[in-house]
């Protein structure tokens, strides 16, 4: 099932409306994904779910992983999936919090500067990942030779092209993957899809 990215920004605004109905804590959720290219205005692709990467403290300037929602959220974000066919069997996970494993390790350097703020509503405000962060995280998780994830492996490559990288951001996207402790069971990949971009002489910095 993939969602359009107006039916994904409708069900975000109904989410901020049932936040303030339930008397919600406000929140500030770090997204990357297809939700994200589609806010960002790079290209308004059909997606599965918002991924969620962690929430953001606007005071301190620094991201939390979040594990769970609070109940309150929960039943907020359940809440919209059953008034949606369109969420039809996804439930609560219609936002995922899946992507929060990156946040075991450090993110792309500098990568708070580049988010964009973007509010939703009283008590939801999305910080968008920036296009130079997008590209690391997108060429790390094309990058997965698992074989179970080919069809989502080609939907991050197909992503790849849209964002269109830079050298400069497909350089320091070689970099971050690099500081990873998995970075050497992807080093082949990630030769194989600068190729693929056009960027076969970068490989030499993989």
């Given at each position: 099932?993939?969602?359009s990215h107006e039916i994904i920004l409708q069900t975000l605004q109904e989410l901020s409306e049932w936040m303030e109905l339930e008397d919600c804590p406000p929140v500030s959720l770090v997204v990357c994904g297809g939700t994200a290219l589609g806010l960002l205005g790079l290209h308004p692709r059909p997606t599965r779910d918002v991924d969620v990467l962690a929430s953001f403290d606007e005071a301190e300037r620094k991201i939390i992983r979040i594990r769970t929602f609070d109940e309150k959220l929960q039943n907020c974000i359940r809440q919209v999936a059953e008034n949606h066919s369109d969420l039809s069997g996804l439930g609560k996970d219609w936002i995922n919090l899946a992507a929060?494993?990156?946040?075991?390790?450090n993110l792309p350097d500098g990568f708070i500067?580049?988010?964009?703020?973007?509010?939703i509503g009283p008590r939801l405000t999305l910080y968008i990942l920036?296009?130079?962060?997008?590209?690391?995280l997108k060429l790390y998780a094309a990058a997965d030779d698992d074989p179970r994830l080919r069809s989502r492996q080609q939907i991050h490559l197909d992503d790849l092209k849209i964002l269109s990288p830079t050298r400069e951001h497909l350089l320091a996207a070689i970099h971050w993957i690099s500081s990873l402790p998995d970075c050497d069971k992807r080093q082949g990949s990630v030769k194989r899809i600068l190729r693929i971009l056009g960027h076969g002489n970068l490989t030499d910095h993989v």
């Open positions: 099932m993939t969602l929060g494993e990156l946040t075991q390790w500067g580049r988010l964009k703020k973007i509010s920036g296009r130079q962060d997008l590209t690391a």
